[in-house]
Protein backbone atom coordinates (compact mmCIF):
# COMPACT_ATOMS: atom_id res chain seq x y z
CA UNK A 1 0.00 0.00 0.00
CA UNK A 2 1.34 3.36 -1.21
CA UNK A 3 1.14 6.24 1.33
CA UNK A 4 0.60 9.57 -0.23
CA UNK A 5 2.71 12.58 1.04
CA UNK A 6 0.52 14.11 3.98
CA UNK A 7 1.03 18.15 4.29
CA UNK A 8 4.24 19.49 4.30
CA UNK A 9 5.95 22.64 3.96
CA UNK A 10 7.80 23.38 0.80
CA UNK A 11 11.32 22.98 0.36
CA UNK A 12 14.07 23.22 -2.04
CA UNK A 13 15.94 20.20 -3.27
CA UNK A 14 19.05 22.55 -1.48
CA UNK A 15 18.09 23.02 2.28
CA UNK A 16 19.69 25.72 3.56
CA UNK A 17 19.91 27.87 6.58
CA UNK A 18 22.61 30.46 8.12
CA UNK A 19 25.14 29.84 10.57
CA UNK A 20 24.58 32.47 13.56
CA UNK A 21 27.72 31.77 15.22
CA UNK A 22 31.41 33.34 14.81
CA UNK A 23 33.33 29.94 14.95
CA UNK A 24 35.71 30.21 12.19
CA UNK A 25 34.71 27.27 9.52
CA UNK A 26 37.18 25.30 7.60
CA UNK A 27 37.58 25.47 3.69
CA UNK A 28 36.32 22.89 2.88
CA UNK A 29 32.71 22.45 1.99
CA UNK A 30 29.84 20.65 3.92
CA UNK A 31 27.79 20.33 0.34
CA UNK A 32 27.93 16.43 -0.38
CA UNK A 33 28.64 14.98 -3.96
CA UNK A 34 26.20 15.53 -6.73
CA UNK A 35 23.90 12.44 -6.56
CA UNK A 36 23.91 11.18 -10.01
CA UNK A 37 22.58 8.48 -12.05
CA UNK A 38 23.25 6.57 -15.16
CA UNK A 39 20.19 7.24 -17.17
CA UNK A 40 20.40 11.33 -17.44
CA UNK A 41 23.27 13.96 -17.14
CA UNK A 42 20.60 16.14 -14.65
CA UNK A 43 21.99 16.06 -11.00
CA UNK A 44 19.98 17.04 -8.15
CA UNK A 45 22.66 18.05 -4.96
CA UNK A 46 21.46 17.74 -1.06
CA UNK A 47 23.44 20.55 0.90
CA UNK A 48 23.19 22.24 3.69
CA UNK A 49 25.05 25.07 5.72
CA UNK A 50 24.14 24.63 9.60
CA UNK A 51 22.89 26.74 12.15
CA UNK A 52 24.32 26.50 16.02
CA UNK A 53 23.26 28.59 19.01
CA UNK A 54 25.00 28.99 22.67
CA UNK A 55 25.26 26.32 24.97
CA UNK A 56 24.44 27.28 28.18
CA UNK A 57 26.58 23.94 30.64
CA UNK A 58 25.37 23.79 34.26
CA UNK A 59 28.19 22.96 36.31
CA UNK A 60 26.82 22.86 39.84
CA UNK A 61 29.25 20.27 41.60
CA UNK A 62 30.91 20.67 44.82
CA UNK A 63 32.92 18.13 47.53
CA UNK A 64 35.17 15.34 46.63
CA UNK A 65 34.61 16.10 42.69
CA UNK A 66 34.45 19.61 42.66
CA UNK A 67 38.29 19.44 44.42
CA UNK A 68 38.94 16.62 41.76
CA UNK A 69 37.70 19.21 39.02
CA UNK A 70 39.92 22.19 40.67
CA UNK A 71 43.25 20.32 41.75
CA UNK A 72 43.70 16.63 40.30
CA UNK A 73 46.32 16.01 37.56
CA UNK A 74 44.83 15.19 34.39
CA UNK A 75 47.66 13.37 32.87
CA UNK A 76 47.46 9.67 32.48
CA UNK A 77 51.12 7.85 31.64
CA UNK A 78 50.92 5.54 28.02
CA UNK A 79 52.12 2.35 28.47
CA UNK A 80 50.53 0.56 25.56
CA UNK A 81 52.52 -0.87 22.56
CA UNK A 82 50.19 -2.45 19.67
CA UNK A 83 46.80 -1.99 18.98
CA UNK A 84 44.89 -1.04 22.53
CA UNK A 85 41.57 -2.62 24.07
CA UNK A 86 38.74 -0.12 25.04
CA UNK A 87 36.15 -1.90 27.48
CA UNK A 88 32.35 -0.79 27.36
CA UNK A 89 30.74 0.42 30.27
CA UNK A 90 27.23 -1.44 31.11
CA UNK A 91 24.57 0.81 29.68
CA UNK A 92 23.26 1.92 33.31
CA UNK A 93 26.21 2.89 34.89
CA UNK A 94 24.69 6.32 35.79
CA UNK A 95 21.48 6.22 36.65
CA UNK A 96 17.91 7.22 35.29
CA UNK A 97 16.46 9.92 36.74
CA UNK A 98 18.93 10.62 39.30
CA UNK A 99 22.24 10.71 37.43
CA UNK A 100 24.82 9.48 39.47
CA UNK A 101 27.27 6.99 39.31
CA UNK A 102 25.80 3.40 40.16
CA UNK A 103 27.78 0.86 42.45
CA UNK A 104 30.57 3.21 42.82
CA UNK A 105 32.81 0.55 45.14
CA UNK A 106 32.37 -2.57 42.75
CA UNK A 107 32.76 -0.63 39.49
CA UNK A 108 36.23 0.92 40.71
CA UNK A 109 36.70 -3.00 41.99
CA UNK A 110 36.04 -3.64 38.19
CA UNK A 111 38.34 -0.45 36.97
CA UNK A 112 41.61 -1.62 39.39
CA UNK A 113 41.07 -5.08 37.44
CA UNK A 114 41.14 -3.46 33.68
CA UNK A 115 44.18 -1.39 34.45
CA UNK A 116 46.14 -4.79 35.95
CA UNK A 117 44.79 -6.31 33.00
CA UNK A 118 46.47 -3.88 30.23
CA UNK A 119 42.98 -2.74 28.78
CA UNK A 120 43.90 0.87 27.83
CA UNK A 121 40.78 2.42 29.01
CA UNK A 122 36.60 2.25 29.17
CA UNK A 123 34.14 3.28 26.30
CA UNK A 124 31.54 5.75 28.27
CA UNK A 125 27.91 6.55 26.58
CA UNK A 126 26.38 9.23 27.42
CA UNK A 127 22.80 9.46 27.42
CA UNK A 128 21.00 12.56 25.79
CA UNK A 129 18.11 10.81 27.66
CA UNK A 130 19.64 10.91 30.69
CA UNK A 131 21.60 14.00 30.55
CA UNK A 132 19.52 16.68 29.20
CA UNK A 133 16.51 14.70 30.27
CA UNK A 134 13.52 17.21 31.39
CA UNK A 135 14.46 20.74 29.90
CA UNK A 136 16.24 22.16 27.01
CA UNK A 137 19.80 23.22 27.94
CA UNK A 138 19.50 21.87 31.54
CA UNK A 139 21.94 19.35 31.83
CA UNK A 140 22.75 17.42 34.72
CA UNK A 141 26.62 15.61 33.86
CA UNK A 142 27.25 14.28 37.57
CA UNK A 143 27.18 10.73 37.39
CA UNK A 144 29.78 10.97 34.09
CA UNK A 145 31.97 13.12 35.71
CA UNK A 146 32.05 10.58 38.61
CA UNK A 147 33.24 8.19 35.92
CA UNK A 148 35.61 10.03 34.36
CA UNK A 149 37.47 10.87 37.88
CA UNK A 150 37.11 7.39 38.75
CA UNK A 151 38.87 6.48 35.80
CA UNK A 152 41.50 8.91 35.53
CA UNK A 153 42.37 7.34 39.47
CA UNK A 154 42.81 3.85 38.14
CA UNK A 155 45.08 4.86 35.28
CA UNK A 156 42.51 4.38 32.61
CA UNK A 157 41.76 6.30 29.47
CA UNK A 158 37.99 7.17 28.03
CA UNK A 159 36.29 7.53 25.07
CA UNK A 160 32.92 8.88 25.58
CA UNK A 161 30.11 8.78 23.03
CA UNK A 162 27.29 11.18 22.69
CA UNK A 163 24.24 8.75 22.61
CA UNK A 164 21.55 10.32 20.48
CA UNK A 165 19.36 7.53 20.67
CA UNK A 166 17.29 5.81 22.67
CA UNK A 167 18.66 2.46 24.67
CA UNK A 168 15.84 -0.27 24.84
CA UNK A 169 12.59 -1.52 23.64
CA UNK A 170 10.52 0.14 25.87
CA UNK A 171 9.63 0.90 29.77
CA UNK A 172 9.71 -2.66 30.34
CA UNK A 173 13.52 -3.00 29.16
CA UNK A 174 15.49 -2.69 32.34
CA UNK A 175 18.21 -0.62 30.31
CA UNK A 176 15.26 1.38 28.90
CA UNK A 177 16.82 5.37 28.13
CA UNK A 178 14.22 6.88 25.87
CA UNK A 179 14.96 10.55 24.36
CA UNK A 180 14.91 13.83 26.46
CA UNK A 181 11.28 14.33 28.00
CA UNK A 182 11.02 17.28 25.98
CA UNK A 183 12.12 15.52 22.48
CA UNK A 184 9.43 13.31 23.26
CA UNK A 185 6.75 15.52 23.64
CA UNK A 186 7.89 16.98 20.52
CA UNK A 187 7.48 14.27 18.88
CA UNK A 188 3.84 13.89 20.68
CA UNK A 189 2.89 16.70 18.98
CA UNK A 190 4.40 16.21 15.30
CA UNK A 191 4.51 12.48 14.97
CA UNK A 192 6.63 13.60 11.70
CA UNK A 193 9.22 14.22 13.83
CA UNK A 194 9.77 9.72 13.90
CA UNK A 195 10.84 7.94 10.81
CA UNK A 196 8.27 5.80 9.42
CA UNK A 197 7.83 3.01 6.96
CA UNK A 198 5.08 2.94 4.28
CA UNK A 199 2.48 1.12 6.67
CA UNK A 200 2.88 4.13 8.64
CA UNK A 201 4.50 2.82 12.21
CA UNK A 202 6.54 5.11 13.65
CA UNK A 203 10.07 4.62 15.38
CA UNK A 204 10.77 6.61 18.23
CA UNK A 205 15.00 5.52 18.45
CA UNK A 206 16.05 8.80 16.57
CA UNK A 207 14.99 11.91 15.32
CA UNK A 208 14.01 11.67 11.67
CA UNK A 209 16.94 13.18 9.36
CA UNK A 210 14.74 14.62 7.27
CA UNK A 211 14.25 17.69 9.62
CA UNK A 212 17.69 18.09 11.09
CA UNK A 213 17.66 21.64 9.95
CA UNK A 214 14.54 22.94 11.39
CA UNK A 215 13.54 24.11 14.10
CA UNK A 216 11.56 21.83 15.66
CA UNK A 217 12.54 21.04 19.17
CA UNK A 218 11.55 24.10 20.97
CA UNK A 219 12.66 26.56 18.71
CA UNK A 220 15.79 24.45 17.88
CA UNK A 221 16.88 22.29 14.99
CA UNK A 222 17.76 18.99 15.83
CA UNK A 223 21.64 19.41 14.50
CA UNK A 224 21.72 22.59 17.08
CA UNK A 225 20.06 20.56 20.17
CA UNK A 226 22.95 17.97 19.18
CA UNK A 227 25.60 20.66 18.66
CA UNK A 228 24.66 22.62 22.05
CA UNK A 229 25.13 19.14 24.27
CA UNK A 230 28.45 18.35 22.88
CA UNK A 231 29.29 22.31 23.72
CA UNK A 232 28.42 21.65 26.70
CA UNK A 233 29.90 18.44 27.31
CA UNK A 234 33.09 19.92 26.11
CA UNK A 235 32.92 23.36 28.55
CA UNK A 236 31.72 20.89 31.57
CA UNK A 237 34.96 18.20 31.04
CA UNK A 238 38.03 20.45 29.64
CA UNK A 239 39.93 19.68 32.53
CA UNK A 240 40.13 16.19 31.48
CA UNK A 241 39.87 16.45 27.64
CA UNK A 242 42.98 15.60 25.96
CA UNK A 243 44.24 13.74 28.92
CA UNK A 244 42.11 11.56 30.24
CA UNK A 245 39.25 11.96 27.63
CA UNK A 246 41.22 10.77 24.27
CA UNK A 247 38.16 10.09 21.64
CA UNK A 248 34.52 11.30 21.42
CA UNK A 249 32.10 8.95 19.37
CA UNK A 250 29.37 10.92 18.05
CA UNK A 251 25.86 9.21 17.77
CA UNK A 252 24.79 9.89 14.23
CA UNK A 253 21.39 7.68 14.42
CA UNK A 254 19.73 4.28 15.97
CA UNK A 255 22.01 2.36 18.40
CA UNK A 256 24.58 5.06 17.72
CA UNK A 257 25.11 4.04 13.73
CA UNK A 258 25.05 5.81 10.72
CA UNK A 259 21.91 4.36 9.42
CA UNK A 260 17.99 4.57 9.26
CA UNK A 261 15.98 2.14 11.80
CA UNK A 262 15.23 0.04 9.01
CA UNK A 263 14.62 -2.70 11.36
CA UNK A 264 12.63 -2.64 14.93
CA UNK A 265 14.95 -2.66 17.59
CA UNK A 266 13.79 -5.80 19.01
CA UNK A 267 14.39 -7.76 15.43
CA UNK A 268 18.48 -6.59 15.71
CA UNK A 269 19.45 -9.17 17.91
CA UNK A 270 17.70 -12.18 15.51
CA UNK A 271 17.35 -10.82 12.07
CA UNK A 272 19.99 -12.25 10.60
CA UNK A 273 18.43 -15.74 11.21
CA UNK A 274 15.08 -15.03 9.70
CA UNK A 275 16.64 -12.84 6.58
CA UNK A 276 15.28 -9.44 7.40
CA UNK A 277 15.11 -7.16 4.46
CA UNK A 278 14.36 -4.24 6.39
CA UNK A 279 12.18 -1.19 5.37
CA UNK A 280 12.44 2.07 3.68
CA UNK A 281 12.08 4.89 6.67
CA UNK A 282 11.20 7.81 4.42
CA UNK A 283 7.78 8.08 5.27
CA UNK A 284 7.13 10.97 7.52
CA UNK A 285 6.72 14.34 5.24
CA UNK A 286 10.15 15.95 6.04
CA UNK A 287 11.69 13.13 4.56
CA UNK A 288 8.85 12.90 1.68
CA UNK A 289 9.05 16.73 0.96
CA UNK A 290 12.92 16.59 0.70
CA UNK A 291 12.05 13.41 -1.81
CA UNK A 292 9.32 15.35 -3.84
CA UNK A 293 11.91 18.15 -4.14
CA UNK A 294 14.43 16.36 -5.67
CA UNK A 295 11.92 14.10 -8.05
CA UNK A 296 10.72 17.39 -9.17
CA UNK A 297 14.14 18.63 -9.98
CA UNK A 298 14.85 15.82 -12.30
CA UNK A 299 11.42 16.22 -14.06
CA UNK A 300 10.00 12.47 -12.68
CA UNK A 301 6.89 14.16 -10.24
CA UNK A 302 5.86 10.18 -10.64
CA UNK A 303 8.77 9.14 -8.20
CA UNK A 304 7.98 11.67 -5.34
CA UNK A 305 5.39 9.85 -3.71
CA UNK A 306 7.77 7.23 -1.29
CA UNK A 307 10.15 4.45 -1.18
CA UNK A 308 10.04 1.63 -4.03
CA UNK A 309 7.11 -0.36 -4.53
CA UNK A 310 7.46 -4.47 -4.39
CA UNK A 311 10.52 -4.21 -1.54
CA UNK A 312 8.20 -6.42 0.75
CA UNK A 313 10.00 -7.73 3.60
CA UNK A 314 7.14 -9.76 4.18
CA UNK A 315 8.48 -12.74 1.97
CA UNK A 316 11.73 -12.18 3.12
CA UNK A 317 13.46 -14.04 0.20
CA UNK A 318 15.05 -11.21 -1.81
CA UNK A 319 14.65 -13.12 -4.68
CA UNK A 320 10.88 -13.20 -4.58
CA UNK A 321 10.55 -9.33 -4.21
CA UNK A 322 10.27 -6.75 -7.73
CA UNK A 323 12.80 -4.50 -6.20
CA UNK A 324 15.45 -6.32 -4.66
CA UNK A 325 15.69 -9.85 -6.55
CA UNK A 326 18.74 -10.12 -8.94
CA UNK A 327 17.74 -8.01 -11.93
CA UNK A 328 14.89 -6.27 -9.58
CA UNK A 329 14.26 -2.07 -10.23
CA UNK A 330 17.29 -1.65 -7.83
CA UNK A 331 19.19 -1.54 -10.54
CA UNK A 332 17.21 0.49 -12.82
CA UNK A 333 16.61 4.23 -13.10
CA UNK A 334 13.71 4.67 -10.15
CA UNK A 335 15.92 2.13 -8.47
CA UNK A 336 19.29 4.69 -8.67
CA UNK A 337 17.17 7.79 -8.35
CA UNK A 338 15.77 6.23 -4.86
CA UNK A 339 18.71 5.00 -3.64
CA UNK A 340 20.89 7.99 -4.28
CA UNK A 341 18.54 10.04 -2.60
CA UNK A 342 18.38 7.95 0.00
CA UNK A 343 21.70 7.31 1.05
CA UNK A 344 22.45 11.16 0.10
CA UNK A 345 20.30 12.17 2.87
CA UNK A 346 22.10 9.70 4.75
CA UNK A 347 25.84 11.03 4.42
CA UNK A 348 24.56 14.78 4.26
CA UNK A 349 22.98 14.16 8.00
CA UNK A 350 26.99 12.49 8.76
CA UNK A 351 28.50 15.58 7.53
CA UNK A 352 26.14 17.77 9.38
CA UNK A 353 27.04 16.29 12.84
CA UNK A 354 30.53 15.65 11.59
CA UNK A 355 30.71 19.36 10.90
CA UNK A 356 29.35 20.42 14.20
CA UNK A 357 31.34 18.06 15.78
CA UNK A 358 34.83 18.85 14.18
CA UNK A 359 34.08 22.62 15.29
CA UNK A 360 33.31 22.03 18.86
CA UNK A 361 36.15 20.20 19.57
CA UNK A 362 38.91 21.80 17.29
CA UNK A 363 42.36 22.42 18.98
CA UNK A 364 41.55 19.72 21.90
CA UNK A 365 43.55 16.42 21.35
CA UNK A 366 40.63 14.07 21.38
CA UNK A 367 40.00 11.81 18.47
CA UNK A 368 36.45 12.04 16.62
CA UNK A 369 34.85 8.84 15.57
CA UNK A 370 31.70 7.63 13.96
CA UNK A 371 29.89 4.39 13.78
CA UNK A 372 29.00 2.23 11.33
CA UNK A 373 26.25 -0.22 11.02
CA UNK A 374 27.27 -4.51 10.46
CA UNK A 375 24.43 -4.62 8.15
CA UNK A 376 25.99 -8.38 6.67
CA UNK A 377 22.80 -10.46 5.95
CA UNK A 378 22.03 -10.56 2.41
CA UNK A 379 25.76 -9.42 1.92
CA UNK A 380 25.93 -12.47 -0.84
CA UNK A 381 22.98 -11.54 -2.67
CA UNK A 382 23.56 -8.82 -5.58
CA UNK A 383 21.15 -6.01 -4.53
CA UNK A 384 21.69 -6.39 -0.60
CA UNK A 385 18.59 -5.30 0.18
CA UNK A 386 19.49 -4.92 4.39
CA UNK A 387 22.23 -2.54 3.79
CA UNK A 388 19.52 -1.01 1.29
CA UNK A 389 17.29 0.20 3.16
CA UNK A 390 19.26 1.15 5.80
CA UNK A 391 20.72 3.60 3.82
CA UNK A 392 23.93 1.98 2.50
CA UNK A 393 23.89 2.22 -1.03
CA UNK A 394 26.26 -0.67 -1.16
CA UNK A 395 25.56 -3.64 -3.76
CA UNK A 396 27.77 -6.34 -5.47
CA UNK A 397 28.23 -3.21 -8.52
CA UNK A 398 28.65 -0.44 -6.75
CA UNK A 399 30.88 0.48 -3.15
CA UNK A 400 28.53 2.23 -0.65
CA UNK A 401 31.09 2.46 2.38
CA UNK A 402 33.84 4.18 0.49
CA UNK A 403 31.83 7.57 0.00
CA UNK A 404 31.28 7.08 4.21
CA UNK A 405 34.89 6.68 4.84
CA UNK A 406 36.03 9.75 2.81
CA UNK A 407 33.15 12.05 4.58
CA UNK A 408 34.66 10.96 8.17
CA UNK A 409 38.60 11.60 6.12
CA UNK A 410 37.62 15.03 5.72
CA UNK A 411 37.11 15.92 9.22
CA UNK A 412 39.57 13.80 10.47
CA UNK A 413 37.17 11.20 11.97
CA UNK A 414 38.24 7.71 12.69
CA UNK A 415 35.58 4.84 11.28
CA UNK A 416 34.23 2.36 14.10
CA UNK A 417 32.46 -0.87 13.08
CA UNK A 418 31.10 -4.14 14.40
CA UNK A 419 30.98 -7.81 13.21
CA UNK A 420 34.77 -7.93 13.67
CA UNK A 421 34.02 -11.59 16.07
CA UNK A 422 31.72 -13.32 13.54
CA UNK A 423 32.99 -16.15 10.99
CA UNK A 424 31.24 -16.40 7.82
CA UNK A 425 31.12 -20.41 8.18
CA UNK A 426 29.25 -19.68 11.51
CA UNK A 427 26.76 -17.45 9.84
CA UNK A 428 25.87 -19.57 6.89
CA UNK A 429 24.81 -22.32 8.90
CA UNK A 430 21.49 -20.37 9.62
CA UNK A 431 21.65 -18.07 6.71
CA UNK A 432 23.56 -18.29 3.57
CA UNK A 433 23.85 -15.28 1.83
CA UNK A 434 25.33 -13.72 4.92
CA UNK A 435 28.98 -12.89 5.12
CA UNK A 436 30.05 -10.39 8.01
CA UNK A 437 33.54 -11.51 7.10
CA UNK A 438 33.03 -9.65 3.46
CA UNK A 439 30.99 -7.18 5.00
CA UNK A 440 34.64 -6.26 7.35
CA UNK A 441 36.80 -6.40 4.78
CA UNK A 442 34.92 -3.94 2.41
CA UNK A 443 34.79 -1.76 5.12
CA UNK A 444 38.59 -2.16 6.39
CA UNK A 445 39.89 -1.68 2.40
CA UNK A 446 37.68 1.56 2.20
CA UNK A 447 39.23 2.72 5.58
CA UNK A 448 42.72 1.56 4.06
CA UNK A 449 42.02 3.44 0.51
CA UNK A 450 41.13 6.74 3.09
CA UNK A 451 43.59 6.58 5.36
CA UNK A 452 41.75 6.90 8.03
CA UNK A 453 42.06 4.98 11.77
CA UNK A 454 39.92 1.99 12.19
CA UNK A 455 38.02 1.14 15.40
CA UNK A 456 36.89 -2.29 15.66
CA UNK A 457 33.97 -3.67 18.08
CA UNK A 458 32.36 -7.10 18.89
CA UNK A 459 28.40 -7.65 18.13
CA UNK A 460 27.73 -10.68 20.59
CA UNK A 461 28.11 -9.49 24.52
CA UNK A 462 30.68 -12.68 25.16
CA UNK A 463 33.43 -13.85 23.12
CA UNK A 464 35.56 -17.36 23.45
CA UNK A 465 38.70 -18.16 22.04
CA UNK A 466 37.55 -18.26 18.84
CA UNK A 467 36.52 -15.15 18.32
CA UNK A 468 39.34 -13.34 19.60
CA UNK A 469 40.94 -15.21 17.05
CA UNK A 470 39.06 -13.64 14.67
CA UNK A 471 39.16 -10.31 15.76
CA UNK A 472 42.94 -10.39 15.93
CA UNK A 473 42.34 -12.06 12.06
CA UNK A 474 40.48 -9.22 10.97
CA UNK A 475 42.31 -6.63 12.34
CA UNK A 476 45.77 -7.79 11.23
CA UNK A 477 43.88 -7.95 7.90
CA UNK A 478 43.95 -4.20 8.08
CA UNK A 479 47.43 -3.40 10.07
CA UNK A 480 49.39 -4.99 7.79
CA UNK A 481 51.45 -2.60 5.26
CA UNK A 482 53.70 0.33 5.66
CA UNK A 483 52.19 3.42 6.66
CA UNK A 484 48.71 2.06 8.10
CA UNK A 485 46.50 4.19 10.50
CA UNK A 486 46.26 3.18 13.69
CA UNK A 487 43.67 0.19 14.86
CA UNK A 488 41.71 0.35 18.21
CA UNK A 489 39.48 -2.20 19.93
CA UNK A 490 35.96 -1.37 21.89
CA UNK A 491 34.47 -4.93 23.86
CA UNK A 492 31.36 -4.68 24.45
CA UNK A 493 30.29 -5.13 27.16
CA UNK A 494 31.55 -4.86 30.91
CA UNK A 495 29.50 -7.10 32.91
CA UNK A 496 29.51 -10.31 35.37
CA UNK A 497 30.52 -12.80 32.81
CA UNK A 498 33.79 -11.02 32.07
CA UNK A 499 34.96 -11.40 35.20
CA UNK A 500 34.18 -15.01 35.35
CA UNK A 501 37.75 -16.82 35.48
CA UNK A 502 37.49 -18.83 32.25
CA UNK A 503 36.21 -15.50 30.28
CA UNK A 504 38.95 -13.28 32.10
CA UNK A 505 41.47 -15.67 30.80
CA UNK A 506 40.86 -15.39 27.34
CA UNK A 507 40.03 -12.23 27.37
CA UNK A 508 43.14 -10.86 29.51
CA UNK A 509 45.14 -13.20 26.79
CA UNK A 510 43.69 -11.03 23.88
CA UNK A 511 44.50 -7.69 25.47
CA UNK A 512 48.28 -8.92 25.80
CA UNK A 513 47.99 -9.90 22.26
CA UNK A 514 46.75 -6.88 20.84
CA UNK A 515 48.63 -4.82 22.33
CA UNK A 516 52.40 -6.97 21.40
CA UNK A 517 53.28 -5.99 17.90
CA UNK A 518 55.19 -9.11 17.49
CA UNK A 519 52.56 -11.69 18.44
CA UNK A 520 49.71 -9.31 16.91
CA UNK A 521 51.73 -9.65 13.34
CA UNK A 522 52.35 -12.87 13.83
CA UNK A 523 50.47 -16.49 13.57
CA UNK A 524 47.99 -14.97 15.50
CA UNK A 525 47.35 -18.65 17.40
CA UNK A 526 47.30 -19.08 21.13
CA UNK A 527 50.67 -20.10 22.88
CA UNK A 528 50.87 -22.66 25.33
CA UNK A 529 50.25 -22.19 28.84
CA UNK A 530 49.76 -18.45 27.86
CA UNK A 531 48.45 -17.60 31.26
CA UNK A 532 46.94 -13.93 30.99
CA UNK A 533 46.80 -13.62 35.21
CA UNK A 534 50.31 -13.07 36.18
CA UNK A 535 49.77 -9.38 36.48
CA UNK A 536 46.51 -9.84 38.13
CA UNK A 537 45.78 -11.15 41.65
CA UNK A 538 42.51 -13.43 42.01
CA UNK A 539 41.34 -11.19 45.13
CA UNK A 540 41.24 -8.47 42.80
CA UNK A 541 39.56 -10.30 39.71
CA UNK A 542 36.83 -11.97 42.46
CA UNK A 543 36.14 -8.21 43.55
CA UNK A 544 35.70 -6.79 40.24
CA UNK A 545 32.41 -9.69 39.39
CA UNK A 546 30.96 -7.88 42.51
CA UNK A 547 30.48 -5.04 40.22
CA UNK A 548 27.63 -6.70 37.94
Not at 122 to 147: D, S, T
Not at 404 to 416: L, Q, S, W
Request: charged share 20%; with cysteine.
Amino acid sequence: MAITSPSAPTFSASLCCTRTDSAAVPARSLKSSPIQTRFQNRRFTLSCRLDSSSSVPSNGFDGDLQYELQHGSVSTHYRRRGSPVFVTLPVDAVSLPAGIMKRKKAMAQSFRALTAAGVEGVVMEVWWGLVERELPRVYNWQGYLEIVVLARRCGLKVRAVMAFHQCGTGPDDPFWIPLPQWVCEDMDKDPDLAYSDRFGRRNMEYISLGCDVLPVLHGRSPIQAYAEFMRSFRDTFRPFLGGVITGIQVGMGPAGELRYPSCPLQKLSWTWRSRELGEFQCYDKYMLASLNACAGEIGMREWANGGPIGASNLMQDPESTEFFKSDGSWNAPYGEFFLAWYSGMLLLHGERICREAETTFRGLEVNLSGKVAGIHWHYGTRSHPSELTAGYYNTSIRDGFLPIARMFGRYGFTMCCTCFEMRDAEEQQMNPVSSPEGFVKQLLLAARICDIPLQGENTASSLDDESYQQVLRMSKFYSDGPGTPTFSFNFARMDKNLFEYRNWVSFTRFVRQMADVKIFRAKLGFGEGDMPLSSLSASATAGAVLAH
